[in-house]
């Protein structure tokens, strides 16, 4: 396993040099974040990204993410330049001997949250989600208060893409993926590229779009799509553990076993009602999250990837990008070797 921390290049509040100083973090996962959705990733451009991160003595682990055009999701006729673009971006990555691809297949929206900065007891703030709480969004707006966008849309942009999605099915975003992916993974393949589909996040539809990477099912479908060692999964305990019935271990190992976890994204969080949760400290006492267990499944399932720390809170009075402090992933990162230590000792 490798120990990763997650940068969002020099403009970042978090250095790199800070990133250097937790202990046994020796992997970055970034990405090109100025270069627009569908466009090609140049290998110049990714090249100078990798200087900053080896200059600070680091390795460029995992690109998260090369967003997927809406027009590939939709199933557009542009979708074959747009993929195009796509194999381009993943060849100037295998070029350079990045590894690790995360990447999404979520309509419109990534993560979200309602609560970006929810006070908790202990005087910290961090992201909440309340599926009610949703209702009082104003898409009218467009996106531009919403968290975690690669794209920002205006409201008559925003109010187009919804409304193309209520032509498209669940199944019917299956194909897309399937068209998208028997074309991506043998370019990545040969590339020396893992592709990590991230899970949905939350996992369930919002705006009445579809989300379909949700459970264990549908992510052993998605490796099942193409039989090739390239085509696998981020495996995310937050996105995962939101829906009760998502048995973490038991997944890890089903995936494991296959050799398809590529990546690993662990957080944790507490399931406070339907549909709504709050995200914790990452050890598994705070949340719902077992982390101890999550681990020991990908460890015994001969995991050897990058991991990285997810979301964190805003702790001793930290200030940034929410979800993305320094202070509670730096814990997480300690904490989550110290797990991997002591798996590793019970086996000696």
Excluded at 96 to 105: D, R, S, T, W
Excluded at 124 to 151: E, I, N, V
Aim: with cysteine.
């Amino acid at each position: 396993m490798e120990m990763t921390f997650r940068w969002f290049g020099p403009d970042d509040r978090v250095t790199l040099d800070q990133i250097g100083q937790i202990p046994g973090v020796s992997g970055v996962v970034s990405a090109l974040y100025d270069v627009a959705v569908g466009d090609a990733w140049t290998r110049d451009g990714l090249e100078k990204l990798g200087e900053h991160i080896t200059r600070a003595g680091l390795r460029f682990a995992v690109v998260e993410s090369i967003p997927v055009h809406e027009d590939i999701k939709l199933g557009r006729p542009t979708r074959d330049r747009l993929i195009d673009n796509y194999c381009t971006s993943i060849r100037a990555m295998g070029e350079l001997g990045i590894p690790v691809l995360c990447y999404n297949f979520m309509p419109v929206f990534d993560w979200m949250r309602t609560d970006l900065a929810r006070r908790f007891p202990d005087g910290s703030t961090g992201l909440a989600y309340d599926d009610a709480a949703l209702a009082s969004f104003d898409l009218a707006r467009g996106t531009g208060d919403l968290p975690g966008w690669a794209t920002t849309y205006t409201a008559q942009q925003l109010d187009a893409l919804i409304a193309a999605y209520r032509g498209v099915s669940p199944e019917q975003l299956w194909e897309h993926l399937a068209y998208f992916l028997e074309r991506v993974a043998p370019v990545a393949e040969s590339s020396g590229v893992r592709l990590a589909l991230h899970p949905d996040d939350p996992p369930w539809p919002i705006f009445g779009l579809p989300r379909i990477i949700v459970d264990g099912p549908a992510l052993e479908r998605v490796i099942s799509l193409v039989n090739s060692p390239a085509n696998g999964i981020t495996f995310c305990t937050g996105s995962l553990g939101v829906l009760a019935g998502n048995d973490l271990p038991a997944i890890a190992r089903r995936l494991g076993e296959r050799g398809r976890i590529h990546f690993a994204h662990c957080r944790n969080v507490s399931i406070t009602g339907p549909r709504q949760f709050r995200e914790t400290p990452h050890p598994s006492r705070f949340g719902d999250v077992d982390m101890l267990a999550v681990l020991r499944a990908l460890r015994e399932t001969g995991f050897t990837g990058p991991m990285r720390p997810d979301h964190g809170r805003m702790i001793w009075g930290e200030t940034g990008r929410a979800g993305y402090g320094l202070y509670d992933r730096a814990l997480g990162a300690v904490y989550l070797q110290g797990l991997w230590e002591g798996l590793a000792r019970e086996e000696a």
